[in-house]
């Protein structure tokens, strides 16, 4: 069974060695998708649908007050913040954040899990050093490209790529329809796969990459 070793982060070794995994779910707090797939594997680990083989994993949910509020963020946006101690250093997200950050120490591969307001098609975000497994666990397609926007930053991918760990941002479609929640979880199950944590077959086609070209930010919440 899992062990909540902090608040809301959730930590189950196997008895074989193998790889350390890290998967984050609700750093923006209106993004159930995350929420949804690593609850319901969670459940069906503990009733025997899955057994973990090798390895670790550990989950974690990022923004708390933002997901109790159903808000994207309360003072700032967490996604902003990894890796930039300077930045808003009153907000209630900091100390989430600084925390969330401990725990890429010792992993192998990263996994964070989001969703969009508006309808839109799954989609991976991932540099070159984690491309070949983002594209191998089957998304609608990769965009890389997004460490060259150096001045956005703060993102929890980019801080996994800078300390080491592979990391990629999987994007499951609008929040609420069933099938990005159902894309959260395959997404999910896939990327403790391919790392050999669990057996679970599924056919491996090599995902069309696109490179980011442009970044247009968005100034407030109704833009």
Known sequence: MFKEIEKKVFYLAAKNPGKNLLVFAGIHGDEPCGIYAINRFMNELEN???????????????????????????????????????????SIEYDRVRLLETLFTGKDAFLDIHSAFSQAPDFMLAEKIALEIAKSIGPSFVVSGWENFSDVGGDTECFAN??????????????????ALENAYQVLLRFLSVHGLIEYEFESISAKQLILSEVILKKSETD
């Open 162 to 179: 800078s300390v080491g760990v592979p990391g990629m941002t999987y994007e499951a479609g609008q929040h609420d329809d069933p099938i």
């Open 48 to 90: 025997g649908t899955w057994n973990l083989k090798n390895g670790s994993i550990t989950f974690a949910y990022g923004n708390l007050d933002a997901m109790q509020a159903r808000t994207r963020y309360v003072d700032y946006n967490m996604n902003r913040m990894f890796g930039l101690p300077g930045v808003a250093r009153d």
